[in-house]
């Protein structure tokens, strides 16, 4: 069976022309797309029915309500997106790329991060926004994924990409070693906008959201500028 066969229909505009003729995942060799058939029935896009949009919280039941954390306490953003939630063979991919370096993944995330954009009918903005890191982050790891996610969608999106919009000032511990409260101490005062984004419709882009602690700082430092904020990530985390 045909790889665009199998792929949900609002995901086939995405593939690019060419491929790699080895699958990303098991290395067999001869296919037709970034996957062979049998590394393909792993992968299992979001419900678009199950979840807050305003956060991504998924829900056991189709809905499309604000959920009760969102309600009691809104975030920033005018508007939310993600791609896939941060499980199964979905974590595994984006894990290897963020902490393994395994850059042959980043078009196929590019695309799952575009079709997330329009799936959550977001309005193309002025400028995108990636969330920093600092110095020594970048040195530790050599990259920041986030920024590279970004970059590729700039250009799919011809909007311009502002590396420098944000950054990080401050050296922080991981968050993901932190507690929901530990995460939104973590991040306070930690990052500065230019202010160039002074009056900009902004798309700020994460790989991973967890509590939201990150973006919501981000988006609030944004707003210092007089930005108007959407956010769009690649993996919601299932808290």
């Given at each position: 069976m045909h790889l665009k066969k199998l792929l949900p229909p609002s995901w086939k505009r995405f593939l690019p022309l060419s491929w790699i003729n080895?699958?990303?995942?098991?290395?067999?060799?001869?296919?037709?797309?970034?996957?062979?058939?049998?590394?393909?029935?792993?992968?299992?896009?979001?419900?678009?029915?199950?979840?807050?949009?305003?956060?991504?919280?998924?829900y056991l039941i189709p809905a499309r309500h604000v959920c009760a954390e969102c309600k009691l306490d809104p975030p920033p953003w005018e508007k939310f997106g993600f791609a896939v939630f941060f499980t199964g063979i979905f974590k595994e991919i984006i894990a290897?790329?963020?902490?393994?370096?395994?850059?042959?993944?980043?078009?196929?995330?590019?695309?799952?991060?575009?079709c997330g954009?329009?799936?959550?009918?977001?309005?193309?903005?002025?400028?995108?926004?990636?969330?920093?890191m600092s110095k020594g982050e970048i040195q530790k790891r050599g990259f920041n994924q986030s920024l590279e996610l970004a970059k590729r969608l700039g250009k799919r999106l011809n909007v311009l990409v502002a590396k420098q919009g944000l950054s990080?000032?401050?050296?922080?511990?991981?968050?993901?070693?932190?507690?929901?409260?530990?995460?939104?101490?973590?991040?306070k005062k930690v990052f500065v906008s230019q202010k160039e984004l002074q009056n900009k419709k902004v798309l700020l882009i994460d790989?991973?959201?967890?509590?939201?602690?990150t973006c919501k700082e981000c988006v609030r430092v944004l707003k210092q500028n007089n930005c108007s904020v959407q956010v769009l990530v690649l993996a919601r985390a299932v808290e």
């Open positions: 080895r699958c990303l995942l098991c290395g067999r060799p001869e296919i037709t797309g970034p996957f062979c058939i049998q590394c393909l029935r792993l992968f299992s896009p979001k419900t678009n029915s199950r979840f807050c949009p305003l956060c991504g919280r998924p290897n790329f963020k902490f393994g370096t395994s850059f042959y993944y980043l078009d196929f995330l590019v695309g799952l991060l575009e954009f329009w799936e959550a009918k977001l309005d193309v903005p002025e400028v995108i926004v990636s969330v920093p990080k000032i401050k050296e922080t511990r991981p968050q993901r070693q932190l507690s929901r409260q530990e995460r939104l101490q973590n991040v790989d991973v959201l967890t509590t939201g602690a």
